[in-house]
């Protein structure tokens, strides 16, 4: 240290100093950009508007868009720190090359040869469907359009799937099959307008803090919540419905036997809209309150209460995330929802709407137009028509064209053990942290003869397993679009350059392709992510999903516009099925009857606990880029272990030891224990964020047979002290 | 979560009023010592040495008790201008330390600093005349004496602020002054009076603790717990000092000793007073920054 700063004439008053700024006013000098760049955050799904502040080519601030639709110039604490990922430590900087055990750094050209060169040597060993390929929610939606290509057409392997189908899978499988096509059909703007609004599974106060806004803009709404956690989303709630891990099947079908039997129906609807009410409800008979109060835990009056607010509401909604999707009945839940929406024509109507949060900033991009679970613009694998049409506007042979989904993520991962898949491309995601029971993916990674890792960061947990690393740029450093939840579609800009050598995803695609010397033929005259989008406007017209009257400049003029926008379009569409008109063949929505099941793997003597994962406002997925992020990092440093008093004391646990979780196949170890009534006796939850602590050594391979979305939140654990049985 | 009014808040936090009884607050059972503020326990031990010291002096010369050499002034003048410049390590600025003076009308901190120079000016000058033997010495440590006892009453009043309930008692007087009176009684070689007033602030520190222990406020029994558990050996020595250094060695003829373990515990004592306060705090989060 200096003297003249010991003895305090030398105050560091460049670094404290303040500027003014024609927008946020009087600021640190150092966070007073040059210009703002509009665009649209990279987190979670919710969409928010955002400005990126930029000086001497660095991001130093971000401001919430007051004109957004969605966020109003709001913005949550991982929003507001945003900035700060895109110069962290972590960043991938360059390709790496592992060669004899160790990574080496080599050119991009070295990198996309051999890349090309190992997976066409697998594939010609192999076949082709022996190379797979994940990637993620978190690409523009330009990006995933051209992978869908590639993979499909280029790379000619039907094995292509995204770590969406860890998160939002269910949703996407539950609407396609009560409403002939996937799209979730509010928008936001219903949780200002529904007078009762019924969350099933869904944090939002962790989760998609900037909903919580929206819903506190709704006066008159009775809010309830059906969560087996006092979650903070559940202490916002009129009322809160503490039901047992993995019961709401029952719960939703308690609610529609109660409507059915009380005439709070809508006949009418029901008549002239869906097929399959006898069905449904003979088999809801069995789901009386009583019944069901046994199953939920939940006591009889909440469970008529509950049924009677929403049967009554003149516009219901019901909103879910994992709490839903992450489980082996995922999308039969989804199904469920929609049951009780349809039967009360508590759908396409302003505040009324069985309504899937998204989970990533572009899962539904990826939904849409990224050709994994199905073709873009909706459109079938196994439909001739579908296929016949994709291969015209493709201008391809309609063979080459998949006449079925490939392999989902679970199942490639099992493939790989299984050795039929041996060469992997995982792109933006960290499975080594978000996939469950990780000795499954560890003997996969093992098995593979190749595996490349394309990531925004460099090392992660998973590209310690890769031979190639290839370094992408990140939200920020490049452009594109973003569609949110509810199907509104934002324009992504960009802010400063990707860092070292790193490239945009959508210029590394067009580099391999032209490796594979598929460049002309996939993406002719492409020079740019405004290619791309011009061209899937033509794919996605005259779809659910139409975008063809969108153009960049609208969409920057608007701050994002829904969807379905037809040429010609001057609004967007706030929500689907208005007319009562669903996707199915007959225009109608199926009724499925849907029965309740435990979770697979219960509790028992030497495995005692319910154990339970989910998130914190300050961490984003696997933590690559909030861990970085000090502010963020400092508020949850640590994975921890939250339970009941009661549990606690009968394991003579205080606040703050450290514990090991043990399931049948693992244990985390040293986890800090927060003991907490959060947690009902008999559960446990701890955070799934944290490769130091990593939750998914101990969740198990159980996945649903619809979806394929793992059942991430309920599996049997025992707690021991730390070091008690070393 | 505190009263506003306990401290002068500028941010308005509203909490629902529907709040369980039993809410305990997120980091309630992470409660951590304080800054220890190094400078503090070496400022605040050693003026009031300097204090006692002089008054030691003083007293002697004013009941003519064969007065202590004339280095002995000397060498509490250079105690005191140890322990103010040590405290200039404590301020952001030192450069401008001058400028604490400037809210002496409602600062207890600048009421000390104004009370310790005028403290430490009278007191060179006292020690200057007792060297030169000048006449006016006894009026000048007189003056000397006050200013010091104002300068301690200045201190202790400082940490008398509800935002820090462990320190807002009568305890802290007590504590400062009774530090002043065993470090100055053994340095001027009056073991009695160093051995009544060890005796005190054992008394003190007894029932303070007991008063710690025994509160409703979650604060003060959190600054217990630490006590006990958290700084527990630390505490268990400082009373094992007290007793040697103020009461044993004094009474069995060891002076030089005796004021070398009672200055000792006297620090360790004043270390326990800052890191062992639970501050009012709003609730932080679950975590520390460091692993627990």
């Keep these: 240290m200096n003297l003249k700063r010991l003895i305090g004439l030398d105050t560091a008053q460049e670094k404290y100093s303040y500027s003014y700024d024609a927008e946020t006013g009087y600021t640190s000098s150092a966070r007073v950009p040059e210009r703002w760049v509009a665009t649209t955050c990279g987190y979670c799904s919710v969409g928010c508007g955002m400005f990126v502040g930029v000086k001497d080519g660095r991001a130093v601030a971000v401001r919430g868009n007051p004109a957004h639709l969605v966020n109003r110039g709001k913005l949550c604490p991982k929003g507001l720190s945003e900035h700060h990922?895109?110069?962290?430590?972590?960043?991938?900087?360059?390709?790496?090359?592992?060669?004899?055990?160790?990574?080496?750094?080599?050119?991009?050209?070295?990198?996309?040869?051999?890349?090309?060169?190992?997976?066409?040597?697998?594939?010609?060993?192999?076949?082709?469907?022996?190379?797979?390929?994940?990637?993620?929610?978190?690409?523009?939606?330009?990006?995933?359009?051209?992978?869908?290509?590639?993979?499909?057409?280029?790379?000619?392997?039907?094995?292509?799937?995204?770590?969406?189908?860890?998160?939002?899978?269910?949703?996407?499988?539950?609407?396609?099959?009560?409403?002939g096509s996937d799209g979730p059909p509010g928008a936001y703007e219903d949780l200002e307008r529904a007078d009762v609004i019924l969350l099933i599974g869904a944090n939002v106060a962790d989760n998609h803090p900037i909903l919580c806004a929206r819903l506190e803009q709704n006066r008159q709404k009775t809010l309830i919540v059906a969560d087996p956690r006092v979650t903070k989303t559940a202490m916002m709630?009129?009322?809160?419905?503490?039901?047992?891990?993995?019961?709401?099947?029952?719960?939703?079908?308690?609610?529609?036997?109660?409507?059915?039997?009380?005439?709070?129906?809508?006949?009418?609807?029901?008549?002239?809209?869906?097929?399959?009410?006898?069905?449904?409800?003979?088999?809801?008979?069995?789901?009386?309150?009583?019944?069901?109060?046994?199953?939920?835990?939940?006591?009889?009056?909440?469970i008529y209460r509950t049924a009677l607010l929403y049967g009554r509401a003149k516009a219901a909604f019901i909103g879910w995330t994992m709490g839903v999707n992450h489980s082996t009945q995922g999308a039969e839940t989804v199904n469920a929802i929609n049951n009780l929406a349809l039967i009360t024509g508590q759908i396409g109507r302003p505040g009324a709407?069985?309504?899937?949060?998204?989970?990533?900033?572009?899962?539904?991009?990826?939904?849409?137009?990224?050709?994994?679970?199905?073709?873009?613009?909706?459109?079938?694998?196994?439909?001739?028509?579908?296929?016949?049409?994709?291969?015209?506007?493709?201008?391809?042979?309609?063979?080459?064209?998949?006449?079925?989904?490939?392999?989902?993520?679970?199942?490639?991962?099992?493939?790989?053990?299984?050795?039929?898949?041996?060469?992997?491309?995982?792109?933006?995601?960290?499975?080594?942290?978000?996939?469950?029971?990780?000795?499954?993916?560890?003997?996969?990674?093992?098995?593979?003869?190749?595996?490349?890792?394309?990531?925004?960061?460099?090392?992660?947990?998973?590209?310690?397993?890769?031979?190639?690393?290839?370094?992408?740029?990140?939200?920020?450093?490049?452009?594109?679009?973003?569609?949110?939840?509810?199907?509104?579609?934002?324009?992504?800009?960009?802010?400063?350059?990707?860092?070292?050598?790193?490239r945009p995803d959508f210029d590394i695609f067009l580099s391999i392709a032209e490796k594979l010397n598929c460049r002309d033929r996939l993406f002719r005259g492409w020079t740019g992510p405004r290619d791309a989008f011009e061209e899937w406007k033509r794919v996605s017209k005259g779809r659910l999903c139409d975008y063809s009257g969108m153009t960049y400049e609208l969409l920057e003029q608007h701050g994002g516009v829904q969807w379905p926008f037809p040429e010609g379009a001057t609004t967007g569409?706030?929500?689907?099925?208005?007319?009562?008109?669903?996707?199915?063949?007959?225009?109608?929505?199926?009724?499925?009857?849907?029965?309740?099941?435990?979770?697979?793997?219960?509790?028992?003597?030497?495995?005692?606990?319910?154990?339970?994962?989910?998130?914190?406002?300050?961490?984003?997925?696997?933590?690559?880029?909030?861990?970085?992020?000090?502010?963020?990092?400092?508020?949850?440093?640590?994975?921890?272990?939250?339970?009941?008093?009661?549990?606690?004391?009968?394991?003579?646990?205080?606040?703050?030891?450290?514990?090991?979780?043990?399931?049948?196949?693992?244990?985390?170890?040293?986890?800090?224990v927060r003991i907490t009534e959060i947690v009902a006796p008999g559960q446990v939850f701890m955070p799934f964020h944290y490769a130091e602590s990593n939750s998914n050594l101990v969740t198990q391979s159980a996945f649903d047979p619809i979806s394929r979305e793992p059942n991430f939140k309920q599996c049997a654990v025992r707690v021991e002290k730390t070091g008690a049985t070393a | 979560m505190p009263a506003a009014d306990k401290t002068v808040s500028t941010t308005r936090i509203t909490v629902p009023e529907d709040l369980p009884f039993e809410l305990k607050k997120a980091d309630y059972d992470r409660v951590r010592p304080e800054h220890a503020?190094?400078?503090?326990?070496?400022?605040?031990?050693?003026?009031?040495?300097?204090?006692?010291?002089?008054?030691?002096?003083?007293?002697?010369?004013?009941?003519?008790?064969?007065?202590?050499?004339?280095?002995?002034?000397?060498?509490?003048?250079?105690i005191a201008v140890l322990a103010l410049g040590a405290s200039t390590f404590h301020l952001g600025r030192p450069?401008?330390?001058?400028?604490?003076?400037?809210?002496?009308?409602?600062?207890?901190?600048?009421?000390?600093?104004?009370?310790?120079?005028?403290?430490?000016?009278?007191?060179?000058?006292?020690?200057?005349?007792?060297?030169?033997?000048?006449?006016?010495?006894?009026?000048?440590?007189?003056?000397?004496?006050?200013?010091?006892?104002?300068?301690?009453?200045?201190?202790?009043?400082?940490?008398?602020?509800?935002?820090?309930?462990?320190?807002?008692?009568?305890?802290?007087?007590?504590?400062?002054?009774?530090?002043?009176?065993?470090?100055?009684?053994?340095?001027?070689?009056?073991?009695?009076?160093?051995?009544?007033?060890?005796?005190?602030?054992?008394?003190?520190?007894?029932?303070?603790?007991?008063?710690?222990?025994?509160?409703?406020?979650?604060?003060?029994?959190?600054?217990?717990?630490?006590?006990?558990h958290d700084l527990h050996t630390a505490f268990l020595l400082r009373f094992a000092l007290l007793i040697t250094g103020g009461i044993v060695l004094p009474l069995t003829g060891w002076p030089v000793l005796a004021l070398a373990i009672a200055t000792a515990g006297e620090m360790l004592g004043r270390y326990l007073f800052f890191v062992s306060v639970v501050p009012r705090n709003i609730a932080a989060s679950f975590f520390s920054r460091k692993a627990a």
Aim: aromatic residues 10%; contains cysteine.
């Design chain 1, 573 to 672: 569409v706030k929500r689907l099925y208005e007319d009562g008109h669903f996707e199915h063949s007959d225009g109608k929505a199926k009724l499925l009857p849907i029965e309740w099941q435990p979770f697979p793997e219960q509790p028992n003597a030497a495995y005692p606990l319910i154990f339970n994962t989910g998130r914190t406002v300050e961490h984003w997925h696997t933590r690559t880029k909030t861990g970085q992020v000090a502010i963020l990092d400092s508020m949850a440093p640590r994975a921890w272990l939250e339970m009941n008093p009661r549990d606690a004391r009968s394991l003579g646990l205080k606040p703050h030891d450290r514990v090991d979780v043990v399931s049948r196949r693992s244990r985390v170890s040293g986890v800090e």
């Design chain 2, 37 to 78: 503020h190094g400078p503090l326990v070496a400022m605040t031990v050693l003026t009031q040495m300097a204090v006692g010291a002089f008054a030691a002096i003083w007293l002697r010369s004013l009941i003519r008790a064969g007065g202590s050499p004339p280095y002995g002034a000397a060498i509490a003048f250079a």
């Design chain 1, 353 to 502: 709407s069985p309504f899937s949060i998204t989970g990533q900033c572009n899962a539904m991009g990826t939904r849409e137009a990224g050709c994994t679970s199905s073709l873009p613009g909706y459109r079938k694998f196994e439909s001739a028509a579908d296929r016949e049409e994709i291969a015209q506007l493709w201008n391809v042979d309609v063979s080459e064209i998949p006449t079925s989904r490939g392999l989902a993520y679970p199942d490639i991962i099992e493939a790989a053990v299984g050795r039929n898949i041996r060469a992997l491309w995982i792109i933006a995601t960290n499975p080594v942290v978000s996939y469950p029971n990780f000795s499954v993916l560890q003997q996969a990674f093992e098995s593979l003869e190749f595996l490349v890792v394309q990531d925004g960061f460099y090392p992660t947990p998973t590209s310690e397993f890769a031979h190639l690393v290839l370094p992408a740029a990140i939200w920020g450093e490049k452009e594109g679009t973003y569609t949110n939840s509810e199907r509104r579609c934002s324009k992504v800009n960009k802010a400063v350059d990707p860092p070292g050598e790193a």
């Design chain 2, 95 to 228: 450069v401008h330390a001058y400028r604490a003076l400037r809210m002496w009308r409602r600062s207890w901190l600048s009421r000390e600093v104004l009370a310790f120079s005028l403290f430490a000016g009278v007191a060179f000058a006292y020690a200057a005349a007792l060297w030169m033997r000048i006449p006016a010495a006894t009026l000048l440590g007189g003056t000397t004496v006050l200013f010091g006892i104002a300068g301690i009453t200045s201190s202790a009043f400082i940490y008398l602020v509800p935002a820090r309930p462990a320190w807002n008692s009568k305890h802290t007087v007590s504590e400062f002054f009774l530090t002043a009176a065993i470090l100055g009684s053994l340095f001027g070689s009056i073991t009695t009076i160093a051995a009544t007033a060890a005796g005190l602030q054992l008394l003190n520190q007894a029932v303070k603790f007991l008063w710690l222990t025994r509160s409703d406020e979650f604060e003060l029994r959190a600054s217990a717990r630490l006590l006990s």
């Design chain 1, 85 to 179: 990922t895109l110069a962290a430590e972590n960043r991938a900087l360059h390709p790496m090359l592992r060669r004899a055990g160790h990574m080496e750094r080599v050119g991009w050209d070295e990198a996309l040869d051999t890349m090309v060169e190992k997976f066409r040597c697998v594939q010609a060993r192999y076949g082709r469907d022996a190379l797979g390929i994940i990637s993620t929610g978190q690409l523009v939606t330009e990006e995933f359009y051209a992978l869908g290509k590639l993979a499909q057409i280029g790379f000619g392997t039907k094995n292509y799937c995204g770590n969406t189908t860890l998160c939002m899978a269910s949703a996407v499988a539950g609407y396609k099959r009560t409403f």
């Design chain 1, 237 to 302: 709630a009129d009322i809160h419905l503490p039901l047992k891990p993995r019961t709401d099947i029952a719960l939703i079908n308690g609610i529609a036997h109660i409507l059915i039997r009380a005439g709070l129906i809508d006949t009418n609807y029901i008549e002239r809209h869906t097929t399959g009410f006898a069905d449904l409800k003979a088999s809801l008979e069995k789901y009386t309150p009583e019944y069901v109060s046994e199953i939920t835990g939940l006591a009889q009056e909440q």
